[in-house]
Each structure stands twice: as structure tokens, then as C-alpha cells.
């Protein structure tokens, strides 16, 4: 699976979006881009995922680059709630395969 | 619906001791995945099962780590003769097909004395 590199921590403003980058230079063309995100004290929480397109839920929006290179989740509107550790990770969408964390990205959300 | 629960969710044990650590999957999902998280760092992967078959076991890190899951349901994680480097969380997660994302148990904090 291809690695993915995100920074060690982010500070955002509760209200305002928050930006979480994630490179994955070395992703092959049918692993997909996950994102789950883990609060403390909890296990991680699937967020979204995508292959090509840009992708949107309730909790969040997916902007992959048309390279594939890289990617950025999107948080609308931050709430203190928010403030966990987000990973990204690449991998292939099949049955049993087992999702490879990296460090992920500490995000504060302040007042 | 019910989520993936996972008990007890704290275990203190004494260097040596046996443990075991229960997994109750989400109903139906026939993916179970078991993962150890040390303080500090990122979940690793441990070992995979499908139904009753374990169908990878490269992340376990010893012959002391031993899972099971005897009737596709609920799942077993034993750790024979803990160590210290044995300490942190395990965690259980289930997805089912058409491959699906996986939803993740609340983890079992390991202490070993």
C-alpha cells in the first residue's frame, strides 16, 4: 500500500474550515483515499473516502487532485468536537484488506 | 444500531498473566479485524478474519498472540505470558461486503505491571 504524509498538527478556528492536507505521491491507480479520524479515548471514526472524484457527506468533503497525488479533507464549519487526530490513508477497496495509519494530523479546534 | 463492542474496555495484568479480549462484531459483517495501537502512535494491524477463517496473520507480533472467531461472530484476541511491550490499546473493527468501510470498536486498554 502506498504511504501517505500528513503534517503533525493543525490549529483551526472553531467556525472556520478546516484544511487537513495529505500527500500520497505513491498511490496506484485503483487504491482509494481514506480518511477516518480518531477522538480521544475512542476508536477511529470513518469520515469519507474517494478514488478520482471529489467527494462530500454530512461530515465532510474529499478534494483529490487530478494527479492523484494528493488530497485535502475539508471541514465546513469546525466545532470544538472536531479536535482529534485525522488520518489519511490509501489502499485498495477490497474485502480484508487492513487499513495502514500513518502519525496522522492533530488537529486543535480553539474558541 | 448497535456498533462494535469490545470488553472489558480496561485490563491490568501482571507481567506473565494470560489475557483474552472479546470482540462483538456489528451483526452480519463478516470482516473482523483486529489492531494494537501503542501510546502514541497510529493503529497496526494484527490479524484478519473472514466468517470463522483467519485469513492473515502477519501483524501479529508473537506466537503469544492468539485470535479466534469460532462461529463468525464474536471474536477472541488471547495474549499468553504478557510482557510490558504488550501495553496498549486493541482494537476490534467489522465491515461487510460489498467492501465496505470499516467501523471501529472503542478498544481495549492493556496495562501489564
Known amino acids: 500500500d502506498a504511504k501517505t504524509t500528513q503534517p503533525p498538527s493543525m490549529d483551526c478556528a472553531e467556525g472556520r474550515a478546516a484544511n487537513l492536507p495529505c500527500n500520497h505521491s505513491?498511490?496506484?491507480?485503483?487504491?482509494?483515499v481514506y480518511w477516518y479520524r480518531q477522538i480521544h479515548s475512542q476508536g477511529p471514526q470513518y469520515i469519507i473516502h474517494?478514488?478520482?472524484n471529489n467527494e462530500t457527506n454530512e461530515m465532510a468533503s474529499l478534494i483529490i487532485t487530478e494527479d492523484r497525488k494528493s488530497s485535502t479533507l475539508i471541514l465546513p464549519h469546525a466545532t470544538l468536537r472536531d479536535t482529534a487526530v485525522y488520518y489519511c490513508?490509501?489502499?485498495?477497496?477490497?474485502?480484508?484488506?487492513?487499513?495502514?495509519f500513518g502519525g496522522g494530523t492533530r488537529l486543535m479546534v480553539k474558541p | 444500531g448497535a456498533g462494535v463492542s469490545q470488553s472489558p474496555r480496561y485490563k491490568v495484568a501482571k507481567r506473565g498473566q494470560d489475557v483474552a479480549l472479546r470482540c462483538d462484531p456489528i451483526?452480519?459483517?463478516?470482516?473482523l479485524f483486529w489492531y494494537q495501537q501503542a501510546l502514541g502512535q497510529g493503529p497496526e494491524f494484527l490479524t484478519y478474519?473472514?466468517?470463522?477463517?483467519?485469513?492473515?496473520k502477519s501483524g501479529l507480533p508473537s506466537d503469544r498472540f492468539f485470535a479466534e472467531r469460532p462461529e463468525g461472530s464474536v471474536s477472541t484476541l488471547k495474549i499468553q505470558r504478557t510482557q510490558q511491550e504488550d501495553s496498549a490499546v486493541y482494537l476490534c473493527?467489522?465491515?461487510?461486503?460489498?467492501?465496505?468501510?470499516?467501523?471501529f470498536g472503542p478498544g481495549t486498554r492493556l496495562t501489564v505491571l
Open positions: 490513508i490509501v489502499g485498495y477497496n477490497n474485502a480484508g484488506n487492513m487499513l495502514t
Open positions: 473493527a467489522s465491515s461487510s461486503p460489498p467492501p465496505d468501510t470499516q467501523y
Open positions: 474517494g478514488l478520482k
Open positions: 478474519f473472514q466468517n470463522e477463517a483467519q485469513l492473515d
Open positions: 505513491t498511490i496506484s491507480g485503483n487504491e482509494y
Open positions: 451483526s452480519g459483517h463478516v470482516s
